[in-house]
């Protein structure tokens, strides 16, 4: 089994990329951010620790959940506040991966493990992943996409982007490189390629 590590900034087609490698026989996606997700559900010692990190904000919904555009507003203007938060959930998602990725080789019925995270080079998944790959779109079609598709606004776009790494430093880290710019169709013939490679 070869454990493979797809990243990239917001808005890049990551999901896009895995849920076409999804579609391929012996192949498992994980997605970062659906862990986390999981990991701070009331209840979770993620939640109690994001609680107690933040007792000055509401960020909650009604039914106690962490509502994610509250939660966001506050993460993604504060450097101090993200690296809180990044300290309480990522070691969480990443003790979860790797008990994964273990188990998963140990069974050995799959040919390929993805998992897509937006921080896999800031979170040192390179330690864990055989190889790291990169998806790359620019950023005015990022934005295009994101304000399009999720109702995202130029500001909170603007903010994540500045919240994450330059494409050299991603270049730097990855042995591959999708570009995403063109349609899916292309994509796809990438993936293709890049799958035939390995
Ligand atoms: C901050 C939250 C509430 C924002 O939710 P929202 O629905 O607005 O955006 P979404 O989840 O689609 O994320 C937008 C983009 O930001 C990235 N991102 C998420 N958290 C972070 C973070 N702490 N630092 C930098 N980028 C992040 C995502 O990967 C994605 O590229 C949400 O992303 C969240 O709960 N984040 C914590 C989970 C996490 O750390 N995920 C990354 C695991 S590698
Ligand atoms: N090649 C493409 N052509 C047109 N639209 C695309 C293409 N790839 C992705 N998209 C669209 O762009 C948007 C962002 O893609 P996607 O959600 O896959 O990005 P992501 O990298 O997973 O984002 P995040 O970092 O938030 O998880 C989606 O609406 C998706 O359908």
């Given at each position: 089994m070869k454990f493979i590590g797809i990243t990239g900034g917001v808005g890049a087609g990551k999901s896009a990329v895995l849920d076409y490698m999804a579609t391929k026989p012996g192949v498992r996606v994980m997605l970062a951010d659906e862990i986390a997700h999981e990991l701070m559900e009331p209840g979770t010692d993620c939640y109690e620790q994001i609680r107690q990190a933040f007792?000055?904000?509401?960020?909650?919904?009604e039914d106690g959940h962490f509502d994610r555009i509250k939660l966001a507003k506050v993460i993604f203007s504060d450097e101090n506040k993200r690296a809180g938060m990044n300290g309480i959930v990522h070691p969480a998602v990443k003790a979860y991966v790797i008990a994964e990725a273990k188990r998963e080789r140990q069974e050995g019925t799959l040919a390929l493990l993805v998992l897509e995270a937006a921080l896999l080079i800031e979170e040192h998944y390179d330690e864990i992943c055989d190889e790291l790959w990169y998806i790359y779109t620019r950023e005015e079609i990022r934005e295009a996409r994101l304000m399009e598709s999720?109702?995202?606004?130029r500001e909170k776009v603007q903010q994540i982007f500045s919240s994450q790494l330059k494409e050299a430093e991603y270049r730097k880290h990855c042995s591959v490189v999708i570009d995403n710019n063109e349609g899916l169709e292309e994509m796809q013939r990438q993936i293709d390629a890049a799958v035939c490679a390995i």
């Open positions: 007792p000055e904000h509401d960020i909650y919904k999720r109702g995202y606004s």
